[in-house]
């Protein structure tokens, strides 16, 4: 159970690292990068 947790905290980092494109993330906390 912890693993898959784990495992999924880190695919959402991953992505939130890279940034969303797309104007409906441009002015919100989703957008990082």
């Known amino acids: 159970m912890a693993e898959i947790i784990s495992r999924r905290v880190l695919s ?3 992505v ?11 002015k919100t906390r989703h957008n990082v990068g």
């Open 12 to 14: 959402v980092h991953a």
């Open 16 to 26: 939130v690292g890279l940034g969303n494109p797309g104007k409906e993330y441009e």
